[in-house]
């Protein structure tokens, strides 16, 4: 075990994205306007259909609904980025348990161009052999974009359990994952890598001092946060006294933070990534690392603050 803080920005794998493209594919731009109804409902349809993909083992159906690059972050595996990799995860999960149902209910949806945000609860449940029947429920983030068909892939998904579990408690449990294949080029301006790196070291700072204040005041008064194993917490209210009971000095928290992808989409900013980080001394202490999902969104002036994130324990 590590005492000490890790400060450092570490940038992996970017790509900068745009919110422009076609429904046709012939260059015209896409309807973006949406209502909130229209996109729940579009993805209420495409739910149930990614359910019937997974009682069924289609896996070949399931991996069709991911973008050609994409982050798919499972608890406690390593995150996937590649079709090769997917498809393995998926053949090996279901060669293992039997699926029985499965069901998402949407909390929010949030258009951004022609990517869409889609945050919601989850309900798996599956046996294996002769077993009886266990559940995995939990939360789940996703960010989706339109393709050129207009059709919704899968950019990012995270995913996690709402109460304490260990990693042998998910249905994928014995899923060995050889290759996360994380993005290998970037392309960021200037300017935001320098807006990320004052957000991220302001982030880092305030969990090596143990200050739960600065920590909150990391996120958007109207920001949302899932926790690994919690139920969500939206809005100043159900931060504040959140992070301040979790961030306090005698903890001796430190993390450090690897941004693999992110996607600016104007007026926020998407990122995926991984933490590492401890708490204590070699003695009393301990380790944790994770994936996480990041919204964020710039004030009134300018700076970019966390709008929307989950994280969960890759491990």
């Known amino acids: 075990m590590k005492t000490g ?4 920005i570490a940038f992996v794998a970017i790509s ?3 919110c422009q493209g076609s429904r046709t ?7 973006n306007t949406y209502t909130t109804e229209e996109l729940r409902a579009e993805l209420g349809a495409i739910n149930g259909a990614i359910a019937r993909h997974v009682v069924l083992e ?3 159906s399931l991996v069709a609904r991911y973008a050609a690059d ?13 079709v090769a990799s997917l498809t393995d995860f998926y053949n090996q999960w279901f060669g293992m348990v039997a699926n029985n149902h499965y069901r998402k209910k949407i909390y929010l949806v949030e258009a951004y161009g022609d990517h869409v945000l889609e945050i919601g609860d989850f309900t798996l449940g599956y046996a294996s052999g002769q077993g009886q029947e266990r559940m995995y429920n939990g939360n789940y983030f996703i960010l989706w974009r339109r393709d050129n068909r207009g059709q919704l892939k899968v950019r990012a998904e995270i995913f996690g359990s709402n109460t304490y579990l260990t990693a042998a408690d998910v249905p994928y449990a014995d899923v060995i994952v050889a290759d996360s294949g994380v993005l290998e080029t970037s392309h960021v301006s200037d300017a935001l890598r320098s807006n990320l790196e004052t957000y991220d070291s302001a982030l880092v700072a305030s969990i090596e001092q143990g200050d739960g204040q600065a920590r909150a005041s990391g996120f958007h008064p109207e920001g949302l946060y899932i926790p690994h194993f919690s139920l969500r917490l939206e809005g100043m209210d159900a931060l504040l006294p959140y992070l301040v009971g979790i ?3 005698e903890s001796k928290l430190y993390t ?6 992110v996607f600016d989409l104007g007026e926020v900013v998407f990122l995926t990534g991984h933490f590492t980080g401890g708490w204590g001394d070699a003695a009393t202490g301990g380790t944790f690392q994770g994936n996480m999902a990041n919204l964020l969104k710039r004030n009134e002036s300018g700076k970019l603050l966390m709008y929307r994130q989950m994280v969960n324990n890759d491990q």
Do not use: H
């Open 25 to 31: 594919g012939k260059g015209e731009p896409y309807n």
């Open 16 to 18: 900068a994205m745009t």
């Open 58 to 60: 289609q896996t070949d």
């Open 70 to 82: 994409f982050a798919y972050m499972p608890e406690f595996k390593p995150a996937i980025g590649n």
């Open 247 to 249: 961030y306090r000095p």
């Open 256 to 261: 450090r933070n690897t941004y693999q992808e």
């Open 5 to 8: 803080v890790i400060v450092s």
